[in-house]
Each structure stands twice: as structure tokens, then as C-alpha cells.
């Protein structure tokens, strides 16, 4: 599997807080994208980046905002986080477009 | 985008028989790709299919893209335990719903 670390791995916070999460890749991939994942509904893309400085929104990035000020790093941030944004998010690379994405670990993220 | 959806949504099967999942789409596909995830686990990079009409093989896997480049299917052969998961296909960043496969011993 490609070098892709995600963190925190579990992280239970309150409705309304702010929330990070990490996306960290050793692969110099252009591509990272972020997504979540609930039953019946598959993998939604939130954001993805294709270039440092350059994200653009996915079908679900409502309440996420996103950064990327290196290469390796890919920031997914809930500006208030409500209980809707329990999920597992799963962060992913590419090294181009059409190629195949390496999944990190996930991050159960779980909103009370 | 390229949005694909995935039929079944859960397929239950004995040990030994076949399984087949499939993914649609409404519009033209430049590719599509499969992945597996394992329960717990994340998905991992099967394959991907960019010819029309093209069919490629895994061992007991056999990858198929539609000939109009609008579907693509899984199928597995004499079905194992090991091969428990859920499959999903994807057009570009757009993921299917998945097709979670349980195998009975």
C-alpha cells in the first residue's frame, strides 16, 4: 500500500466543534481526495486536490472546508460539526486523474 | 461527473457458487475502476477497464466493460471466504453504492 497515514484513526466530538482531520501521503501524489463513508450510500467524495492550493468541491462538501499547503498534506475540516457528519472518512491519492486511488486507514469520526 | 450505480446491494451466497455485481451508468464512462474492502478495512485497487467491450481476468475475477462503455461487471468464480467484502466500482472519483458479498461455509 502507498505511504498514506491518516489521523486521528477515532476522534468523538461535540456538536458544534470545530474538527481536523489529517490526510498525510509519502508518495509525491498530485491527486488526494477526501471521502466519507455510510451505509447504503457507499464512498461520497467531500473534496479533492489537484495541486497544492488547488481543491475543488465533490458532491458532498457541505459543512467541510478543505486545505493543502504542501504536497504530502491534505486538511479536512468541519467547521461546526453536527451529529449528520458521524461517519468514517477515508482519505485517498492518486498520482493522476484516470489512475487508481491507494486508500488511507479511515477515521471514525462520531459527532454527540 | 460520471455517476455509476451498483446493483446488487447485498448478495449472499454458498460457499462455491458464483457471484456477479453490476455498475451502471446513464452516460459514457472514460474508465472504470473496481475495488475491494474488506470488512474494517479500506478499499483496495482491483482493476481498471478503459476499452470498450473489454474483458480482463483475476484468477477466479473476470472484469467486464460494456460495449457502449455505460456498464461494467464483476463476476467470481467458485466463490471463497476469503472473498468476503464489498466491491465497488468507480467512474473517475465517483464511487457506486457497493455490493457487500457474505460467503456461507
Redesign the interface.
Known sequence: ?AGITQSPRHKVTETGTPVTLRCHQTENHRYM?W?RQDP??????IH?SYGVKDTDK??VSDGYSVSRSKTEDFLLTLESATSSQTSVY?C?TGSG??????????TRLTVV | GQQVMQIPQYQHVQEGEDFTTYCNSSTTLSNIQWYKQRPGGHPVFLIQLVKSGEVKKQKRLTFQFGEAKKNSSLHITATQTTDVGTYFCAAVVNFGTGTSLTVIP
Open positions: 500500500d481526495y471521502y447504503g450510500h457507499g464512498l461520497r467524495l479533492y465533490g458532491e477515508f485517498a486523474q484516470y489512475t487508481e486511488a491507494f486508500f488511507g486507514q479511515g
